[in-house]
């Protein structure tokens, strides 16, 4: 099993910076990744990180914008969000799976955190 845990989530002006992390408990997870859901929408993917962070892919709505990191040692993935939009307002989700594969749909992650909000008002 394992345990996912986010921070960092909140309330910030349009064109400003958070960084979310996620701390896993339990066994490591081969591929992690964020994604987001606005209230009474799909939850989307936003990006994912390979086991060793040697591959990442992003959204097109946040690519280079958004940069996903991995801390190995520490079981801790980043999500460091820059240039903040109204509409990256959403509660993001970390999420981990027992695959080697990056995959980008909801359906492929196995553990999901309990989710942050980031609200960007403009």
């Known amino acids: 099993q394992v345990q996912l845990v986010e921070s960092g989530g909140g309330l910030v002006q349009a064109g400003g910076s958070l960084r979310l992390s996620c701390a896993a408990s339990?066994?490591?997870?081969?591929?992690m990744g964020w994604f987001r859901q606005v209230q009474g929408q799909e939850r989307e993917f936003v990006a994912i990180?390979?086991?060793?962070?040697?591959?990442?892919r992003y959204a097109d709505s946040v690519k280079g914008r958004f940069t996903i990191s991995r801390d190995y040692a520490k079981n801790t993935v980043y999500l460091q969000m820059n240039s903040l939009k109204p509409e990256d307002t959403a509660v993001y989700y970390c999420?981990?799976?027992?695959?080697?594969?990056?995959?980008?749909?909801?359906?492929?992650?196995?553990?999901w955190g309990q989710g942050t909000q980031v609200t960007v008002s403009s």
């Open positions: 999420a981990a799976r027992n695959s080697p594969l990056l995959g980008s749909r909801v359906g492929e992650y196995d553990y």
């Open positions: 339990g066994r490591s997870s081969y591929v």
């Open positions: 990180i390979s086991q060793f962070g040697g591959s990442t």
